[in-house]
């Protein structure tokens, strides 16, 4: 059974700082999304991650995959603000079927 | 951009009543989902179909749950008899052609069940 674990589970940060959320998973996939949720909202995808070394960036996010390490990470580059929200990683498991992490809520302090 | 519409909003409804969720996929997708996230919690997977019929379902998704896509438009989650634990968020989804593709998330419905 696939088991997917994100850390940290909560994040306060400032402005213009680094970060990076890990997101581990426990049986081979190769397929794994990011995603953005602000709080009483739907989902909205960020990344999806095809490949081992795959690696995407948008604005001051940037994801990557490492599959031989079961390991993806979404760095976070100078946070703004707007950047405040729970991220999810989702991974495609063997039925081909999205399972989720818990989520990082990140606070991004002014 | 197309997107995924979920109706209603907010549902409140008495424990033991039968409740609807009604989705409108995005219009040339093929495969539709429900997900659900307790608040606070995880999101998690509750159905997958195409083809006019189930393809996955979850441990959630027992006998009072059912989906149905009743004409060319409509995706619907029902559960039968609702219970305190089935307050969730419940988020439709779609994708163009597998679960392998990005999914697309409707604003969800918040059930509250009393």
């Known amino acids: 059974e696939l088991k997917v674990e994100q850390n940290p589970l909560f994040l306060s940060m400032q402005e213009e700082k680094n970060y990076t959320i890990y997101c581990n998973y426990s049986?081979?996939?190769?397929?794994l999304y990011w995603y953005r949720q602000d709080p009483g909202k739907s989902l909205e995808s960020l990344f999806v991650?095809?490949?081992n070394g795959a690696v995407k960036q948008e604005g001051r996010l940037m994801a990557s995959l490492d599959t031989k390490a079961r390991l993806s990470t979404l760095h976070i580059t100078a946070a703004v603000h707007d950047l405040s929200a729970t991220y999810f990683c989702?991974?495609?498991?063997?039925?081909?079927?999205?399972?989720w992490g818990a989520g990082t809520k990140l606070i991004i302090k002014p | 951009e197309p997107e995924v519409t979920q109706t209603p909003s907010h549902q409140v409804t008495q424990m033991g009543q039968e409740v609807i969720l009604r989705c409108v996929p995005i219009?040339?997708?093929?495969?539709f989902y429900w997900y659900r996230q307790i608040l606070g919690q995880k999101v998690e997977f509750l159905v997958s179909?195409?083809?006019?019929?189930?393809?996955?379902k979850s441990e959630i998704f027992d006998d009072q749950f059912s989906v149905e896509r009743p004409d060319g438009s409509n995706f619907t989650l029902k559960i039968r008899s609702t219970k305190l634990e089935d307050s969730a968020m419940y988020f439709c989804?779609?994708?163009?052609?597998?679960?392998?593709?990005?999914?697309?998330f409707g604003s969800g419905t918040q059930l509250s069940v009393l």
């Open positions: 219009s040339n997708h093929l495969y």
């Open positions: 989702a991974v495609v498991d063997s039925n081909y079927q999205l399972i």
């Open positions: 989804a779609s994708s163009a052609r597998g679960p392998n593709e990005k999914l697309f």
């Open positions: 049986t081979t996939s190769d397929r």
């Open positions: 179909f195409y083809n006019n019929e189930i393809s996955e």
């Open positions: 991650l095809l490949s």
